[in-house]
T-cell receptor
Framework: QKEVEQNSGPLSVPEGAIASLNCTYS??????FFWYRQYSGKSPELIMF????GDKEDGRFTAQLNKASQYVSLLIRDSQPSDSATYLC???????????FGAGTRLAVHP | EAGVVQSPRYKIIEKKQPVAFWCNPI?????LYWYLQNLGQGPELLIR????????DSQLPKDRFSAERLKGVDSTLKIQPAELGDSAVYLC??????????????FGEGSRLTVL
């Protein structure tokens, strides 16, 4: 079992719709959770982080965390073609100061 | 403020040849990371430095890979000899002292290696 699992996609949504990206993790002691965006041929950039159960909103982005289910998600409201990218979920496993990345979900927003 | 700088951006070599990548982190960032990213995969940690000390190199294939961070600033990652399976993007990232657990890593543009 991979430490961080994501559906590779592609997830295709129409412009203006809500895109929902999901991630599960195996280490129940994981403490911090991150979403990075990576455009094709570019390096990853941090867009959201969440530490506590529940929702965290930042503009059009909402991160959701459910530690009991070992599940973290990212919602993108009013999706734009410029949101088309690979979204990487990353986790800090319990007791370790490092990031473990999932393989990423490719999102395609079509006009 | 300048970002993380890596060079070369692209490198093509034949198998069994050596190759080296260089990284200059953001000024003041004491933590430096080298990640490997294969096509369609997420970054995988190779080594993490706190200043000049390698604090996590458990995933570094030490038979052919080596890294150093002299004076706690710039870092080099070397592969000798390179194998076909080493073809990937090598990402360098840095983070400041006061955010080791926020997970905000600042990545360079990466060095894309092709081994023929």
């Amino acid at each position: 079992q991979k430490e961080v699992e994501q559906n590779s996609g592609p997830l295709s949504v129409p412009e203006g719709a809500i895109a929902s990206l999901n991630c599960t993790y195996s280490d129940r002691g994981s403490q911090s959770f991150f979403w990075y965006r990576q455009y094709s041929g570019k390096s990853p950039e941090l867009i959201m982080f969440i530490y506590s159960n529940g929702d965290k909103e930042d503009g059009r982005f909402t991160a959701q965390l459910n530690k009991a289910s070992q599940y973290v998600s990212l919602l993108i409201r009013d999706s734009q073609p410029s949101d088309s990218a690979t979204y990487l979920c990353a986790v800090t496993p319990g007791g370790y100061n490092k990031l473990i990345f999932g393989a990423g979900t490719r999102l395609a927003v079509h006009p | 403020e300048a970002g993380v700088v890596q060079s070369p951006r692209y490198k093509i070599i034949e198998k069994k040849q050596p190759v080296a990548f260089w990284c200059n982190p953001i000024s003041g960032h004491n933590t430096l990371y080298w990640y490997l990213q294969n096509l369609g995969q997420g970054p995988e940690l190779l080594i993490r430095y706190e200043n000049e000390e390698a604090v996590d190199d458990s995933q570094l294939p030490k038979d052919r890979f080596s890294a150093e961070r002299l004076k706690g600033v710039d870092s080099t990652l070397k592969i000798q000899p390179a194998e076909l399976g080493d073809s990937a993007v090598y990402l360098c990232a840095s983070s400041p002292r006061d955010s080791p657990n926020t997970g905000e890593l600042f990545f360079g543009e990466g060095s894309r290696l092709t081994v023929l």
